[in-house]
């Protein structure tokens, strides 16, 4: 159409013409508007048509994705509680194993005492049907043979065990009151202390510190006083001597602060202000107990020990003063002399020996005491462990460590004593200087009594 088509320049011409032309031109612009408008309605159909399928897909498949999800949280439920059961399973496990782990540490660990508990164990029996004899041995022993030798002590001991058997007591076949009142360790720890170690002055010692009385001892060669010394330095011992000035004033501190007092050097006269102390003639005062001294009432401490000691070789007490104590005969035996001359020979030949046979000495009595400490230690651990005894981990590690040490102990102590019978083989080459040194000795003790010349 050109620009001069237009209603109004047809209008001047032919108002009929004019109106022909708007319809002409108004045609004309419908059609441009359908040809333009049409193709879009038909991708607008193709398209809404193209959306409701998509639709109609999406449901069926948002229907198939509930589906599958509903199948999913099935299988992950499944799958979550078959994840726990396995992880209780495997903590079940690892807990069995670290068990079994354990109890093989703790079987481990005890092996060594086993086979001694077990021993122990089968003798226990038979040591309950006879306790009450050997015991009853034990405390007649303690209470009445330790002024004697060990001459008197062994047939006294057979007198009793022959009038029990009599009257149908049980006791043992082989009953030994010296292992009754104490163990190997205490006296190997007596040995450290400075006592001798042979059997008389071991039964000095087990019925010293197995009696309720004080403790009277008879030392003419010091043996038992250089012991106790030794054995109660750290319970500030007291040294006194009867008729000492400050006699008195010493049993006052030490009867109130629970010291250990000794006596030395003794006659055969007790001072009466001692008497009540001596027969232990305490009064209850409330909660304590109180003691007479003089004209003083003192506090009777628990703590409190007396010794007394005297270098006479038979002196004569009195009836009451017996009674009232033990008496303990430390006066050296020929067997227990003869091993001291033997150890001083060999000091003086061979000081290599002897410095080696000291420390190995030594060595073994705190073996042996080690030792009985850590059997203690595994039993009171044993006694204190509650619930399951595998769960207590600190139990068992501090077990392997008393194990292993006790090991170790018991390595060294089979060392030492093959060492020591080499020694002790080398040293039995002295042997008849040391048997003349005693002989000697008990000779002149013998010849005093013909005549007072020889004291």
Same mark, same amino acid.
């Given at each position: ?36 408008? #049409? ?78 508990? #077990? ?144 006596? #030395? ?191």
């Amino acid at each position: 159409m050109g620009d001069d088509f237009t209603a109004d320049i047809i209008k001047k011409k032919s108002q009929a013409a004019g109106g022909l032309c708007e319809w002409i031109i108004n045609i004309i612009m419908y059609y441009d508007v359908v040809v333009t408008v #049409e193709p879009k309605k038909k991708a607008l159909r193709e398209a809404k048509e193209t959306l409701h399928n998509a639709n109609t897909k999406l449901i069926e498949v948002k229907g198939l994705v509930q589906e599958l999800e509903a199948k999913l949280s099935v299988l992950m439920t499944s799958f979550e509680k078959a994840m726990a059961d396995k992880e209780a399973v495997l903590a079940e496990a690892k807990k069995c194993q670290d068990k079994l782990d354990m109890a093989q540490r703790l079987i481990n660990a005890l092996s060594a005492n086993g086979v001694i508990w #077990e021993t122990n164990l089968e003798s226990i029996g038979v040591d309950l049907e006879v306790m009450p004899g050997e015991v009853l041995v034990a405390c007649a022993f303690a209470s009445y043979l330790g002024v004697y030798t060990r001459e008197y002590r062994e047939e006294c001991t057979r007198l009793f065990i022959e009038f029990l058997r009599k009257k149908n007591v049980p006791i043992g076949n082989h009953c030994d009151p010296l292992k009754i009142l104490c163990s190997e360790a205490e006296v190997a720890g007596w040995a450290g202390q400075g006592l001798p170690s042979d059997r008389v002055s071991a039964e000095n010692g087990a019925i010293l510190t197995n009696s309720q009385r004080w403790c009277l001892m008879i030392d003419p060669q010091l043996q038992g006083i250089i012991w106790i010394k030794s054995r109660e330095a750290n319970n500030s011992l007291q040294i006194t001597r009867m008729g000492h000035p400050k006699m008195v004033s010493t049993f006052e501190i030490s009867l109130d602060c629970g010291k250990s007092v000794i006596i #030395e050097n003794m006659g055969e006269t007790i001072d009466a202000v001692l008497q009540p102390v001596i027969a232990r003639n305490t009064i209850k005062r409330g909660k304590n107990r109180v003691i007479k001294l003089g004209d003083k009432e003192l506090n009777f401490s628990p703590q409190f020990r007396l010794f007394m000691q005297t270098k006479l070789a038979n002196p004569h007490y009195p009836p009451e003063v017996q009674a009232e104590c033990t008496v303990i005969n430390f006066t050296v035996t020929e067997s227990g002399l003869e091993d001291q001359l033997l150890f001083l020979v060999v000091k003086l030949e061979r000081p290599d020996l002897a410095r080696a046979k000291a420390n190995l000495v030594t060595q073994q009595n705190e073996f042996k005491v080690k030792l009985a400490e850590l059997e203690s230690l595994l039993l009171e651990k044993l006694a204190a462990s509650e619930g399951d005894i595998l769960d207590d981990v600190d139990l068992i590690l501090n077990l392997e460590d008393a194990k292993k040490t006790s090991d170790d102990v018991k390595e060294k102590f089979a060392i030492a004593q093959d060492t020591e019978a080499k020694i002790n083989e080398t040293n039995e080459n002295y042997r008849p200087t040391a048997q003349r040194g005693s002989l000697f000795f008990f000779l002149l003790m013998d010849l005093r009594k013909i005549h007072s010349f020889y004291k």
